[in-house]
């Protein structure tokens, strides 16, 4: 197995990869740097045919017209290869499969972007890792879960929301809990007091 040095990090360049993706029940090569100009959500998880990821993998897809009003894409990778994540399309929601996704599957068969960014586990598979890259191909955010609870759509809306809005409003910054139209911060020793005085 590879060994990586580097352990990447929120304001690291995200680690380039080129692999098969399944999208629209076809085979094609997708690469990281094809999303730069676009934000992108990285959603990492254990197997296709499991039991808490076909509702992580389906709620994401469920928000992809809410995701990509946002100038945002999403990437689904786990350690399956591209024949196992075409059957799992291909099989109902009901039966537990997700059925045609609005995002890809990358197959990640030989582990190395799993263990670019981190998230595989001695098993071998991939643990929840969910990564936010900005247009400058810079991650932004990551959580990583363990394998047996899933990610919340709602949040990483909130976060994604969030990283946009302090990259176009740089002299601000985002206090706990901000969704849109909340109150900021003014990111200097005095006039952040504005805030402060107000709650």
């Known amino acids: 197995m590879v060994v990586r040095n580097h352990i990447i990090q929120v304001g690291d360049q995200a680690p380039e990869f080129c692999s098969t993706a399944v999208y629209q029940q076809e085979f094609k090569q997708i690469k990281l740097s094809d999303y730069i100009g676009k934000y992108l959500i990285l959603l990492f998880y254990p197997l296709n045919f499991t039991f808490v990821c076909p509702t992580e993998i389906t709620a994401f897809s469920d928000a992809y017209d809410k995701i990509s009003q946002l100038n945002t894409e999403i990437l689904g990778i786990s350690v399956d290869s591209e024949y196992c994540h075409l059957a799992w399309l291909q099989t109902d929601r009901e039966s537990g499969g997700v059925g045609d996704l609005n995002y890809p599957l990358v197959s990640d068969l030989n ?4 263990l670019d960014y981190n998230v595989l586990n001695i098993e071998g598979k991939a643990l929840r890792g969910l990564f936010i890259i900005d247009k400058e191909g810079l991650i932004q955010y990551s959580v990583v879960n363990n394998l047996d609870f899933g990610r919340s759509v709602d949040e990483t809306l909130r976060v994604l929301q ?8 740089p ?3 985002c206090p706990a809990n901000w969704q849109p139209g909340d109150s900021t911060i003014l990111s200097n ?5 504005e805030y402060f005085s107000s709650i």
């Open 111 to 114: 582990r190395s972007i799993s």
């Open 171 to 173: 002299d601000e910054v």
């Open 189 to 193: 020793p005095n006039d952040s007091k």
């Open 162 to 169: 969030a990283i946009q809005y302090v990259q176009a409003n």
